[in-house]
């Protein structure tokens, strides 16, 4: 079993930065790839980033490219994720997961993340 705790949300301005932290627990933290998703109101849960084992290789979605930026230290078995340049639109609550699948390096898809946080909520206002 994998616990999977964030933090590090909150309510910030449009064009300010937050970094989220994913704090592991449970088996080897090297052993699976870290995503975010998040779900903002009204709408389905969604990609934001992901990142494999060793965390040379990451992923973003469009929305998210060149503002977000996902990394982990995997002494700390932690993931990370710095949001820079935040707009009202990434008002959401943001959970991180874990993908478990040796033979997959990222990926993009929710249902392929076999362990989820409960959420950190992440407010911006105009």
């Known amino acids: 079993q994998v616990q999977l705790i964030e933090s590090g949300g909150g309510s910030v301005q449009a064009g300010g930065s937050l970094r989220l932290s994913c704090a592991s627990s449970?088996?080897?933290?090297?052993?699976?790839?870290m995503g975010w998703f998040r779900q903002r109101p009204g709408k389905e849960r969604e990609f934001v980033a992901t990142?494999?084992?060793?965390?040379?290789?990451?992923r973003y979605a469009d929305s998210v490219k060149g503002r977000f930026t996902i990394s982990r230290d995997n002494a700390k078995a932690t993931v990370y994720l710095q949001m820079n340049s935040l707009n009202p639109d990434d008002t959401a609550v943001y959970y991180c997961?874990?993908?478990?699948?040796?033979?997959?390096?990222?990926?993009?898809?929710?249902?392929?993340?076999?362990?989820w946080g409960r959420g950190t909520q992440v407010t911006v206002s105009s």
């Open positions: 997961a874990a993908d478990l699948q040796p033979g997959r390096d990222v990926s993009q898809v929710e249902g392929e993340y076999d362990w």
């Open positions: 990142i494999n084992r060793p965390g040379e290789v990451t």
């Open positions: 449970g088996r080897s933290f090297t052993n699976y790839a």
